[in-house]
C-alpha cells in the first residue's frame, strides 16, 4: 500500500503540493499577518524553515501562489491508523471554503490508504476554525486545559475535534448526513 504522505493533490480550486525551500518566504510572510500570527506566534524565515519543512505538509496553492500550509502527523501503526492536521491560510484566502477544500483532499488521501480517524486542535477561542473544521465534518471530543503558549505568555486551551472515515461520504472527503 502507498502511504506516500506529500504526493500532489489537485481540488476544485487548489493545490496541494510538497513543500519547497522557496515556499518559506511566502509562507513566514503569511505567518506574520496579524490574522494569522494571533493564533500561530511569531515565527520568523528561520523558524518557519525549522519547523514547516520539518512537518510533512503541503503548499497550499490557489492561482499559482502559495495561500497557506497544511501538515498531517501520520500514525501508521495497524491498531492506532490515524492523521492530526494543522493549517493555516493567508488572510486574503480566508472565508473562501478553501481551509476546508484542503482538509477534504487531504483526508480523502490518507482515508483512501486505511486511515480511519482524523483530528485537529484549533484554540477554543479561535470559534472562525471550529466553525470551519466542524463543516467538513469535525466533531468537538473535548478541551485540551493550557494546551499551548499563546503569544501572551500564557497558557490557553484547545480544543480536540475528530472525523472518523466511517463518517465520510465515499468519494468525497465530507461527512455524510447523519
Known amino acids: 500500500m502507498d502511504v506516500s504522505p506529500t504526493p500532489l493533490l489537485r481540488g476544485e480550486r ?3 503540493r510538497p513543500l ?3 515556499d518559506i518566504g511566502p509562507l ?29 505538509g503541503w503548499a497550499i496553492e490557489v492561482d499559482g501562489r502559495v495561500a497557506g500550509w497544511l501538515a498531517a502527523t501520520i500514525e501508521d501503526d495497524p491498531d492506532y491508523r490515524q492523521v492530526a492536521f494543522d493549517i493555516f491560510l493567508a488572510g486574503s484566502a480566508q472565508g473562501r471554503g478553501l481551509g476546508r477544500e484542503a482538509l477534504r483532499l487531504a483526508i480523502d488521501h490518507f482515508a ?19 466553525r470551519s473544521y466542524a463543516a467538513v465534518g469535525f466533531r ?27 463518517d465520510l461520504e465515499p468519494g468525497s472527503g465530507r461527512a455524510a448526513s447523519p
Open 14 to 16: 487548489l493545490v496541494l
Open 140 to 166: 468537538p471530543v473535548g478541551v485540551m486545559r493550557d494546551y499551548e503558549r499563546g503569544r501572551d505568555g500564557r497558557w490557553h486551551d484547545n480544543l480536540l475535534m475528530d472525523l472518523l472515515a466511517e
Open 112 to 130: 483512501a490508504r486505511g486511515h480511519h480517524r482524523f483530528t485537529i486542535d484549533p484554540a477554543v477561542a479561535n470559534e472562525r476554525a471550529i
Open 20 to 22: 519547497a525551500e522557496a
Open 28 to 56: 513566514a510572510a503569511i505567518l506574520r499577518e496579524p490574522g494569522v500570527a494571533r493564533w500561530w506566534g511569531d515565527y520568523t524565515d528561520e523558524r518557519t524553515r525549522e519547523e514547516l519543512l520539518s512537518e510533512t
